[in-house]
């Protein structure tokens, strides 16, 4: 897919400030750190279209960005053990008020392709695959395993998150780019059924 425009559109801590896009809304989801804001950058070939950092909980606020006919949302990483309750709380409510708001077109779990998935990641998966919302899974950080690490892995994610048989999980490097183009087509492809 070739990528005309990509911008951002806003900001939103909390639901007043969703905009109204008219567009196919694409939510990437996954715990702190994961990868999440870089594999959008990505996805769109922009350097920091969405903020990066090494250090987690970098992205605090639900950032809407416009891609040709998608909006693509960069989600609050969850997970982080250092942080306040109160931060914890602001992060809970807004997170189930942008699920239950019934915006997601097709959701992109990001889960970290070294480690066995994590009971969020798995309360994550259970919430798409319960309330129906397509999503794909992207196990992400490719360049960080040993060859013989790439099929068990996979294996490992699958079942952790008990996966349905059609729900695809791409291996993906956002650091190289390994999967974008698959990613890309399963977007694609996932929003025109
Ligand atoms: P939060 O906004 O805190 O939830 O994090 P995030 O999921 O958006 O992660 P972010 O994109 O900020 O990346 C976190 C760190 O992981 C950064 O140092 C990235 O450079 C690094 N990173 C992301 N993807 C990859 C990857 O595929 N491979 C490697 N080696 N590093 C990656
Ligand atoms: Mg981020």
Avoid at 12 to 31: H, Q
Avoid at 34 to 45: A, Q, Y
Avoid at 54 to 59: D, E, Q
Avoid at 133 to 147: E, I
Wanted: net charge positive; with cysteine; proline share 5%.
């Amino acid at each position: 897919m070739i990528i005309k425009n990509s911008e951002f559109i806003k900001s939103a801590a909390s639901k007043r400030d969703y905009p109204e896009t008219g567009l196919l809304e694409i939510a990437f989801a996954g715990r702190s750190n994961v990868g999440k804001s870089s594999l959008i950058n990505k996805l769109v070939n922009r350097k920091s279209l969405a903020r990066v950092s090494a250090t987690p909980g970098k992205t605090a606020t639900i950032n809407f960005f416009d891609v040709d006919k998608f909006c693509l949302v960069d989600l609050p990483g969850y997970g982080y053990a250092k942080v306040s309750q109160k931060e914890k709380d602001r992060w809970g409510k807004l997170m189930e008020d942008y699920f239950a708001a019934g915006r997601i077109d097709l959701g992109v779990l990001i889960v970290d392709y070294r480690h066995p998935p994590t009971n969020n990641d798995i309360t994550m998966a259970r919430w798409f695959i319960d309330s129906g919302c397509p999503f794909v899974v992207v196990a992400n950080k490719l360049d960080k395993l040993k060859k013989s690490e790439i099929a068990p892995n996979l294996q490992t994610i699958r079942e952790d998150l008990e996966l349905p048989e059609d729900c695809a999980v791409i291996p993906f490097s956002a650091e190289k780019g390994n999967g974008r183009d698959e990613l890309v087509k399963m977007v694609l492809s996932a929003v025109k059924e």
